[in-house]
């Protein structure tokens, strides 16, 4: 084989795996239309740890494709909501990792509902290490202080790992 079809290939197979130096997208709030905030916080109500997490939306949020990040690990995390799209689907994945030194968790809850104009979500992340599970139950208030709030039923999906960022990150469970 050739240099010139070695190194050709070589680029097809990075291209292929996702290795390419694909940029990841941070998310854009919404310029117009009607809008809904959201925000994530850790089980005790508090940002999370630099470096402890990433946070994922997605364009199409049924099969999550054309995923960006609406927090990357290397961000500071805050209280802060976040400007989204309401009055159609919205979809999220928390990418969270642990170590005990011998062996790395994962647990990335995906889930998916749709937001009303005008309303404050605050999903909040659990892992339990003894099960091994993760949750990412979400609630909703007419205000940002979170006062009389309701408990929201998204629906919850089963996250896939894609080969790009286009690729579809979630299925229907």
């Known amino acids: 084989m050739n240099n010139k079809l070695r190194i050709g290939l070589a680029i097809f197979f990075i291209y292929l795996t996702g290795c390419g130096g694909l940029k990841q997208q941070m998310y854009q709030s919404p310029m117009s239309g009607d809008v809904a905030y959201i925000r994530l916080l850790d089980k005790d109500g508090l940002p999370f740890p630099k470096n402890s997490i990433s946070v994922a939306t997605y364009a199409e ?22 400007k ?15 170590s005990d030194g011998l062996m790395n968790t ?8 749709q937001p009303e ?33 309701r408990i929201e039923k998204p629906r919850a999906m089963i996250f896939s790992n894609g080969f ?8 229907a469970k």
């Open 61 to 82: 949020p049924e099969t999550c494709t054309r995923r960006s990040f609406l927090l990357h690990y290397l961000q500071e995390p805050s209280l802060s909501y976040v």
């Open 84 to 98: 989204i799209k309401a009055g159609e689907p919205f979809s999220m994945s928390v990418h969270f990792g642990v």
């Open 106 to 113: 994962t647990c990335i809850p995906v889930i998916n509902f």
């Open 117 to 149: 104009a005008g309303r404050y979500y605050t999903a909040q992340f659990f892992y339990s290490r003894s099960e091994g599970s993760c949750y990412l139950p979400l609630k909703s208030s007419d205000s940002p202080s979170m006062g009389p709030f």
């Open 164 to 171: 790009t960022e286009n690729s579809s990150f979630c299925k």
